[in-house]
């Protein structure tokens, strides 16, 4: 949606009775026109513009005895709308009934040679998709020449070679760069992403490499401990089949007293028994016994 400037900013006078608004479906397109001043004499300023603007609907009311300024809206190089009769109403721009009834009008204030800016495109392009939001089947977008009964020079050679170019049309990618500057832009963008493509791949490769490390340090400690665990079960298992006498908790694990040198050392032999029971009887008494 642009915004537009509005009668009171050129101090446009009140209308006289004119032909109301556009019927929405007899609506096929917008027709681009200039003023024809026949002079190189540029209007840029605001100030130019609105005494301009002032200076047109005073002809065309007092001279052609038209009811307002003729056009809807007129754009300057700036890139500034001005609202004129506005979109909805019907304008007296374009020759007759017939295609004032089924063109819109824009007037682009250029003079005789000038191109027009890109500032001054992309409103043009704004206020036609307002247009084309009004009527959505007039989407054309016309030269004053080409669809006026009575040949004319309007718009001018360098806008309508924009027309045809496409760069008045919604949606138009924007057309202010060289293809030098293309080229420059392709080339930093490319730069940019292979940057940030490598800059990534090392981020990533870093923290990879941290966390491969911190994983190789977890498998030694786990080894290490497991390692510490068998050996400590290994050990319990030994321990387990060692005799009482050996065993840290058993009264038997007292170590003997040091033997004294000046005494002999007590035998712990059994007296033999010079007479022992054969051992038949022996065995007898020991079946005896059970
Ligand atoms: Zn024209």
Not at 6 to 28: C, D, F, K, M, Q
Not at 143 to 162: I, K, L, M, Y
Not at 196 to 205: G, P
């Amino acid at each position: 949606m642009v915004e537009y400037l509005p009668r009171s900013a050129w101090n446009a006078r009140p209308p006289n009775g004119g032909p109301g608004n556009l019927t929405v479906s007899r609506v096929e397109g917008a027709v681009i026109h200039w003023p024809g001043t026949g002079s190189t004499s540029v209007i840029h300023s605001k100030a130019a513009v609105a005494s301009a603007l002032r200076g047109w609907q005073d002809y065309h009311m007092d001279t052609r005895g038209w009811s307002d300024i003729a056009y809807q809206v007129a754009v300057d190089q700036a890139g500034r709308a001005w609202t004129l009769r506005g979109l909805r109403t019907q304008s007296g721009a374009n020759g007759d009934t017939d295609v004032n009834e089924r063109y819109g009008a824009i007037l682009l204030i250029l003079v005789t040679g000038e191109q027009p800016s890109a500032a001054m495109k992309a409103t043009t392009r704004g206020v036609i998709a307002d247009f084309r939001r009004i009527y959505p089947r007039g989407t054309a977008i016309r030269p004053h020449s080409a669809v006026r009964p009575e040949p004319t020079d309007c718009p001018g050679d360098p806008a309508r070679a924009a027309i045809a170019r496409g760069e008045f049309t919604p949606g138009h990618s924007e057309d202010d760069m060289t293809p030098a500057q293309m080229q420059e832009l392709k080339n930093f963008i490319e730069a940019r992403t292979q940057a940030y493509a490598l800059w990534t791949h090392r981020q990533l490769r870093k923290d990879l490499s941290a966390v491969v490390k911190a994983y190789a340090l977890d498998i030694k400690n786990y080894e290490r401990q497991t390692d510490a665990a068998d050996a400590a079960r290994a050990a319990a298992a030994v321990w387990a089949t060692a005799p009482p006498s050996l065993q840290a908790d058993g009264a038997a694990a007292e170590q003997p007293a040091a033997p004294d040198p000046n005494v002999d050392p007590e035998l712990s032999l059994p007296d033999l028994d010079p007479f022992p029971d054969a051992p038949a009887a022996a065995e007898a008494e020991a079946d005896a016994g059970k």
